[in-house]
């Protein structure tokens, strides 16, 4: 069982450009994470997806959009990168959606990202 | 505005006891979860406290007084594997994580 998986493991972009970042879990949890973890803050959150179909924002979601057309996958896309969305980025999942319980959350192996 | 308070790190020596605190001021409050990580990898889970008390697991405890929006992290016979930064995050109103910046811990022979 791989647990969650997401690739690239590492990637430089040059601004303006588009990037998706991929994420895909084997354990069928119902809601997935994006987190962004720069040197000194913690992990904040992107966006958030409850169940398969449904997405939500979180702290600091400008510049970045996802999609969960299935339960296993939930990428986030980068449309026209900028050198301020240079951080360490993970996924996440939990058995529980938002409001139903307090499930503990399990990371992907992050994803570094550099735009110049 | 919602806050966790860590200390950004700390120091100690290889067999002896740490504990790491935490404080918090959150929108609500559905637990709170200690987390570590590695260097260079994902946070990994520890401990999670809803109710006021100590949970203990093997070597590391956690405890937590809602009162008061303090918790602590207790690791005993540290181990130099256990050199880390070890991550609190509280549940909110929303059931959204809230978290903390971390104190990373270096521990010496």
């Known amino acids: 069982i791989a647990g969650i998986t997401q690739a690239p493991t590492s990637q430089i972009l040059a601004a303006g450009r588009r990037m998706t970042l991929r994420c895909t879990q084997d354990?069928?949890?119902?809601?997935m994470y994006w987190y962004r973890q720069d040197l000194g803050l913690g992990l904040r959150l992107i966006h958030y997806s409850n169940t398969a179909g449904t997405t939500g924002k979180g702290e600091v979601p400008d510049g970045y959009s996802v999609s969960r057309a299935n339960t296993d996958d939930f990428p986030l896309t980068l449309a026209s990168a900028v050198p301020s969305q240079t951080s360490v980025y993970f996924c996440a999942s939990s058995d529980s959606a938002s409001g139903v319980g307090t499930d503990t959350q399990y990371f992907g192996p992050g994803t570094r990202l550099t735009v110049l | 505005g919602q806050n966790i308070d860590q200390p950004t790190e700390m120091t100690a020596t290889e067999g002896a006891i740490v504990q790491i605190n935490c404080t918090y001021q959150t929108s609500g409050f559905n637990g709170l979860f200690w987390y570590q990580q590695h260097a260079g990898e994902a946070p990994t889970f520890l401990s999670y406290?809803?109710l006021d008390g100590l949970e203990e697991k093997g070597r590391f405890s956690s405890f937590l007084s809602r009162s008061k929006g303090y918790s602590y992290l207790l690791l005993k016979e540290l181990q130099m594997k256990d050199s880390a930064s070890y991550l609190c995050a509280v549940m909110d109103s929303n059931y959204q994580l809230i978290w903390g910046a971390g104190t990373k811990l270096i521990i010496k022979p």
């Open positions: 406290n809803v």
């Open positions: 354990m069928r949890h119902n809601a």
